[in-house]
C-alpha cells in the first residue's frame, strides 16, 4: 500500500527553518576569528579549549534540555538556547583577559546545548515517521547555510570594521531568532506538561541517556571527533595556503552540504539509514586524510567539498534514525543522547588537536590523520550492522 504524502512544509516549519539559520549564524560567525582574538590576550596554549569548552557545557546542557523539552516544552527550551546566544556576543567585547574569555565560551555552550535538542524534538512532532529524512535535509539546509554564511560575514566584520561590531552582529542574529521562536505554537501534549519546578533539574541517570539509540550514540562520537579538529585547527590551517578569510573553508564545506541535503534529502527515507551513514563515513575519512598531508589551496577545496557531503548525508540521518529508535514519550531525552554523543565527540577532537598542535604548525597533519582512523572505525561498526539493514536502518 503507498503511503499517503502528508504535508509537511508548513508555516511552523518554515519559522522553524529560519529561526535556526540565525541562530546557527549567530554562533558560528565568531568562530574563525576566536583562535587570533585569544592569542591577542597571550592566550595561544588555550586555543583547543575554545572549541572544548564551548563543547563541554553544551554536553552538561544536554540531559536538562532534554527533561526540560518533554516537560515544559520545546518552544522555552528553543528560545533559551537563543538568548543565551544573544548575551553572550554582547559580552565578548567587554572581555580582556583569558580567564575571562575561556568562561565566556563555557557559558555560551548552553546555546547549542539546549537549542538543537528542541529543534528536533519540535521536528519530531510535526513530521510523520517515513519523512523525517527529508524534513531533517531541508531543516539542515537552513542551519548549514547560517553556519556557511556566519564565517565569511564575520571574517569579512572583523576584516574591515573590527571585532567589536562582529560580537554585536552575532547578537542581533540570535535576537532575531528569538522573534522568529515567540511566533510558534506549542507541540509538547498539555497532558504532558509540567509547570516549571527547580525539581526538573533534578537528573538521574534515566534522564542522561536513551538506551534505545545506542547504535546512534557511538557512530556520532566516532563522526564527530572530526569535527572537533576541523574547528580547531581549520582557521590556522587556511592560513598556510594564503587564505585570508578563515572561514571559506567552512562556506565551501557548508556549500557542498547543502547541495546533498538539497538533492538527496530523501535518500535515508528511501534506501535506510545505515546504507547512507557508510557512504557518509567514507566521504569523511578521504577528507580527513587528505589534510593529513601537505596542503595547497586545491587539496584544502577537496577537503572541504567532501566533508561536506558526509556533513550532508550523516547530520539529517542520524537525527532521522534517533527519531526512529525514540521512545515517542521521551524524544526530547532520545535527542538529548544524541547531542551528547556529539558534543563528545568534538569536545574530545578538540581538546586533542588543541593538545598536539599548541601554535606548532608542523603539527597540524597527526590530528587529521587520527579523525581520518575515527571516521573508518565508524564505516567499519556501521558495516557489522548490514544484516540489520532495513528502510529505516534498524
Known amino acids: 500500500m503507498k503511503i499517503q504524502e502528508e504535508k509537511i512544509y508548513t508555516v511552523p516549519f518554515w519559522l522553524l527553518c529560519s529561526s535556526n539559520f540565525l541562530f546557527a549564524a549567530s554562533f558560528s560567525m565568531i568562530i574563525p576569528e576566536l583562535p587570533d582574538y585569544l592569542a591577542a590576550m597571550g592566550g595561544s596554549e588555550y586555543i583547543g579549549y575554545i572549541i572544548a569548552l564551548f563543547t563541554l557545557t553544551a554536553g552538561l546542557s544536554r540531559p536538562f534540555s532534554g527533561k526540560l523539552t518533554d516537560h515544559i516544552g520545546r518552544v522555552p527550551v528553543m528560545a533559551f538556547g537563543s538568548i543565551v546566544c544573544f548575551i553572550c556576543g554582547g559580552i565578548y567585547p567587554m572581555l580582556h583577559t583569558v580567564q575571562a574569555f575561556l568562561f565566556l565560551r563555557f557559558i555560551h555552550g ?218 515517542k514519550n521521551h524524544m526530547g531525552r532520545a535527542m538529548a543522547t544524541m547531542y551528547i554523543a556529539l558534543e563528545i565527540g568534538i569536545g574530545i577532537g578538540a581538546l586533542f588537536s588543541g593538545y598536539i598542535y599548541k601554535g606548532l604548525s608542523q603539527m597540524i597533519p597527526l590530528p587529521f590523520f587520527i579523525a581520518g582512523l575515527f571516521s573508518t572505525i565508524a564505516f567499519i561498526v556501521l558495516l557489522s550492522f548490514r544484516k540489520n539493514w532495513t528502510r529505516n536502518g534498524i
Not at 556520532?220 to 574547528?231: A, C, D, Q, T
Not at 595547497?296 to 539529517?316: C, D, K, Q, R, W
Open 110 to 327: 548552553m546555546s547549542t546545548g539546549t537549542k538543537p535538542t528542541a529543534t528536533a524534538a519540535y521536528v519530531a512532532d510535526i513530521i510523520p515517521e517515513h519523512r523525517r529524512g527529508e524534513a531533517q535535509g531541508t531543516l539542515g539546509i537552513f542551519t548549514a547555510t547560517g553556519m556557511s554564511i556566519g564565517p565569511s560575514i564575520g571574517s569579512g566584520l572583523a576584516n574591515s570594521i573590527g571585532l567589536d561590531p562582529m560580537f554585536y552582529v552575532s547578537s542581533l542574529f540570535a535576537l532575531a531568532s528569538i522573534v522568529i521562536l515567540m511566533k510558534l505554537e506549542e507541540t509538547l501534549p498539555k497532558s504532558m506538561k509540567s509547570k516549571f519546578s527547580l525539581k526538573l533539574f533534578k537528573i538521574n541517570w534515566k534522564d542522561v541517556f536513551e538506551p534505545k539509540v545506542i547504535q546512534v550514540f557511538w557512530i556520532m562520537v566516532l563522526i564527530s571527533f572530526s569535527y572537533g579538529v576541523v574547528l580547531t585547527l581549520i582557521p590556522d590551517t587556511t592560513k598556510l595556503v594564503g587564505w585570508h578569510n578563515k572561514g571559506l573553508y567552512f562556506t565551501i564545506y557548508t556549500v557542498a552540504s547543502i547541495f546533498i541535503r538539497f538533492f538527496f534529502s530523501k535518500s535515508s527515507d528511501k534506501h535506510g539509514r545505515i546504507p547512507i551513514l557508510i557512504i557518509s563515513c567514507f566521504f569523511l575519512f578521504v577528507s580527513m586524510f587528505i589534510l593529513a598531508f601537505p596542503v595547497n589551496e586545491i587539496t584544502m577545496v577537496i577537503s572541504a567539498i567532501l566533508f561536506g557531503i558526509s556533513a550532508g548525508f550523516s547530520t539529517p540521518t542520524l537525527a532521522a534514525w534517533t527519531s526512529d529508535l525514540a521512545d
